[in-house]
């Protein structure tokens, strides 16, 4: 569309090099209205539940995904204030909000970047500058073509519309950088074919036994979907669960306990 394109490479893991990103593109092309963080570390595929962490893994992840998202921003809000506007854009995860097993550091690093983006929208507004985070689920990569039939069956019927496609990030991308969107800021944008809608509606659950009472899962106490399961099974069995309960695993809790369903 007759705009000018450079490419300048730098080290994230190097706070230096995150300044000099955004400044060598300054001096040469012109101060950034647009910052967007996407960058994310390779030390993810080391990552394992906390009684496993490994210290150096939580510190690459995080000086990736939280650190040099914080430098990069700390040197392009001084261009945009001279222009008076801009646009930050954070790349975050579904992860943020709805941890994935096993991936406890990631899961941390988006959740203080959408932290992140919430402070730099509160603190920049009367800058013009907006700061908001696309939030991807799953999203198609050449890497991933390569799920068995299974497996992708399983990742399919976690979304209500359809598994992402890297354009898809990119159109959320675009539209938050540009000014058709300059009444948004601090938003975090799902993503991800409605995936964290259909897990938090899955936490539902009502059905009526023969004699009559609801028995009600609700979402406030994180029901599990097996748990779901095993009352459905009880109340279609024509039986009410013992004692008005039952057993599950609680998602904010790693004890089994009985919780009161009536």
Known sequence: AGGRACFFAADLDDEAQCAELVERPAREVGPASVLVNNAVSDAIAEDRPVAQARTPTWERILRTSLLAPMWLCRAAIPHMRRIGRGS???VSSRAARRATPGLPAYAAA??????????LA??????????????????????????????????ERMHLLRIAQPADVAAAVAWLASRAAELVTGLALPVDGASSTAARTSAFACARTPAGPEVRLSAAAQWSTASIRRARRAVSAGSRPR??????RSTTSSSRRWRELT
């Open 88 to 90: 930050i854009v954070n």
């Open 110 to 119: 988006k959740g203080g970047l959408e932290a992140l983006t919430r402070a």
């Open 122 to 155: 509160t603190d920049y507004a009367a800058d013009g500058i907006r700061c908001n985070t696309v939030a991807p689920g799953y999203v198609e990569n050449p890497a991933r073509e390569r799920l068995g039939d299974e497996r992708r069956a399983h990742f």
């Open 243 to 248: 004692s008005g309960a039952v057993r599950s």
